[in-house]
């Protein structure tokens, strides 16, 4: 218990924190590089629409974000920001706090934290839909 | 310190920040989306100096994270691993991120 193995491709194996025990080492290596590819998609095309095709008022962008497809897109978005966050931010720790008790605090934190905002944002976008 | 350290560490430095500013993005969708008073209280919000200046700063890091991620995912299916050109190639992600936030800050702001 409480120590770690480094893992092919930067990716480590944490034996003491069950909080990572179900995305750890090469799988959330690959989770980490799925979720950030959808991101930067998603960053392309809403840069597209910014640039190009920007709300000039309140009812076209409310329209654009309760299109069902941009909605469910949005909702997929921010899942996979907060996905991809949580597997970042956990390598972060891994490698900076070397106790056990202070990182499960730590990622704790950062996990409800993220949680609670992926909770925020998914009742801010259903919202628009009812 | 050698440019891929460099460039590294921004990376992390950045999606550190970069999380630090999810709940920011949130706030301002949320409002945004609340009525129209609230789409212009956004507006405003963009017009504001302070705001405006930490925006930009949160375009470079997500410049810098955007394309030094995709140079990760290149080196992932080894292209680039030669240690030559993975220094061009940080030296390529440092300054077009810095290319990309003075493009996006003359397109979108």
């Known amino acids: 218990m409480g120590d770690y193995f480094g893992c092919c491709c930067g990716a480590y194996i944490y ?116 | 310190m050698p440019v891929n350290a460099v460039m590294s560490i921004g990376h992390r430095l950045a999606g550190v920040m970069l999380f630090l500013a999810i709940p920011v993005a949130i706030y301002i969708l949320e409002l945004s989306l609340q009525d129209s008073e609230g789409y212009q209280q956004v507006q405003a919000l963009f017009d504001g100096l302070l705001f405006r200046a930490i925006f930009i700063l949160i375009l470079w890091f997500l410049a810098h994270h955007f394309l030094a991620g995709i140079r990760y995912l290149l080196i992932d299916v080894e292209v680039g691993v030669e240690p030559a050109a993975a220094r061009k190639s940080a030296w390529w992600v440092i300054i077009s991120a810095v290319v990309a936030v003075l493009i996006f800050t003359q397109v979108l702001i």
């Open chain 1, 15 to 130: 034996a003491g924190v069950d909080l990572s025990r179900r995305l750890y080492g090469l799988r959330a290596w690959l989770w980490q590089r799925l979720s950030a590819v959808f991101l930067a998609l998603c960053l392309l095309v809403f840069l597209l629409y910014m640039s190009f095709n920007s709300p000039s008022s309140y009812q076209q962008w409310l329209d654009w974000v309760s299109n069902p497809v941009v909605n469910v897109i949005a909702v997929l978005f921010f899942f996979a920001l907060i996905l991809h966050a949580w597997i970042g931010l956990r390598d972060v720790v891994i490698d900076y706090v070397h106790s056990d008790a202070m990182r499960l605090g730590v990622l704790s934190l950062i996990g409800l934290f993220l949680l609670a905002n992926l909770a925020w944002v998914a009742r801010v976008l259903f919202r628009v839909m009812v």
